[in-house]
């Protein structure tokens, strides 16, 4: 499976951004997805996740509440609703994929990553 995210931008402070990640291959639908962050100067961190199904979500507390991850394995696709866009949130987001539920926080557990997408909030 290769994954590709788009959709980032410039937003400013309060406005919302809806990230998407395409995905190539048939086993795309029986992945669990994962989006993460890099801030400049920092290390890439864990932002949300959603199971094969969509039944189960993860988020990390700094975007709980604003944010909303889901999937469309009809189209092989994952979002990332931002919403309530803040300074903080700017980074290179990416979407990453691993084939189990395990630990979908840990971004070791990822096999498969995307090229970033840059968001940039300003204040």
């Known amino acids: 499976v290769q994954l590709q995210a788009y959709g980032g931008g410039l937003v400013q402070a309060g406005g919302s951004l809806r990230l998407s990640c395409a995905a190539s291959?048939?086993?795309?639908?029986?992945?669990?997805v994962g989006w993460f962050r890099q801030a400049p100067g920092k290390e890439r961190e864990f932002v949300a996740a959603?199971?094969?199904?969509?039944?189960?979500?993860v988020y990390a507390d700094s975007v709980k509440g604003r944010s909303t991850i889901s999937r469309d394995n009809a189209k092989n696709t994952a979002s990332l609703q931002m919403n309530d866009l803040k300074p903080e949130d700017t980074a290179v987001y990416y979407c990453?994929?691993?084939?189990?539920?395990?630990?979908?926080?840990?971004?070791?557990?990822?096999?498969?990553w995307g090229q970033g997408t840059e968001v940039t909030v300003s204040s």
């Open positions: 990453a994929g691993k084939s189990n539920w395990w630990s979908p926080s840990n971004l070791s557990e990822y096999r498969q």
């Open positions: 959603i199971i094969w199904s969509g039944g189960s979500t």
């Open positions: 291959g048939r086993t795309f639908s029986s992945w669990t």
